[in-house]
């Protein structure tokens, strides 16, 4: 907790964040906003203790996200507070506490394959309905709605298709490929294909695109593709 002695001379005196960054080196930062404290007795000079009020942290733990993740919900900022006349703390400005998800399930790193596929796959429908449901319960399809999904949390990520009794619908994946590079990806579907590889110890994922045409299906094959869950389903 830091504090700083400032004059009070007439009526009021007046914080602002210009007249505070010159007086305070903490690294204290007060936004643009004014503060005024009363001077009772206008004919003294007075000195006004202004405190620095730290915030708290508040941590909520979360099994739906690996053990190795966690998120700051909520940044913390400090609030700030004078000494009245009595000697107690009347409060100018509140903090605001730091909330921070801390994830307690499977740490979820994974080393394995990767293949792509498109809606007109051998086998597949030609809409490309995939096998999830959408976390509203409504069904996805890549001729219909693209190769993206846009998740509420992670935004617009591409979907893929893993074994669903180790990746549950809905689970986020950070893919890191050595020809496609680093991205965000959400399983919404599965193929007999994942599902034999899960149950031989190994991992694969097939990359959804809307055609098989498209020359980034060959590019999404590979091996030593690093997984890297950052949520375990909806």
């Not at 893929?160 to 619908?169: E, M, R, S, T, Y």
């Amino acid at each position: 907790m830091n504090t700083y002695l400032l004059g009070l001379t007439g009526k009021w005196l007046t914080l602002i964040c210009a007249g505070i960054s010159s007086l305070m080196n903490s690294g204290l930062i007060i936004s643009e906003e004014k503060y005024e404290v009363e001077n009772i007795d206008q004919t003294k000079n007075s000195v006004v203790e202004v405190t620095e009020v730290n915030y708290e942290t508040k941590r909520i733990y979360n099994d739906k996200l690996p053990s190795s993740v966690t998120i700051t919900k909520q940044e913390g900022k400090s609030g700030l507070a004078y000494t009245n006349e009595d000697n107690q703390l009347d409060v100018l400005k509140e903090p605001i506490s730091e909330i921070v998800e801390v994830g307690t399930g499977a740490p979820g790193e994974y080393v394995g394959k990767m293949t792509g596929y498109g809606a007109d796959c051998a086998g597949c429908s030609s809409t490309g309905t995939l096998s999830c449901r959408t976390r509203e319960g409504s069904s996805f399809s890549l001729t219909q709605h693209g190769e993206t999904y846009d998740d509420a949390e992670y935004g617009n990520v591409r979907i893929l298709a893993a074994a669903l009794d180790k990746f549950p619908c809905g689970t986020i994946i950070k893919v890191t490929h050595a020809n496609l590079g680093t991205f965000n990806a959400i399983v919404l579907d599965t193929g007999g294909a994942m599902r034999n590889a899960s149950a031989n110890g190994n991992v694969l994922m097939d990359l959804a695109f809307i055609s098989e045409n498209d020359p980034e299906v060959f590019k999404a094959t590979g091996s030593n593709v690093k997984y890297s869950v950052q949520r375990w389903g909806w």
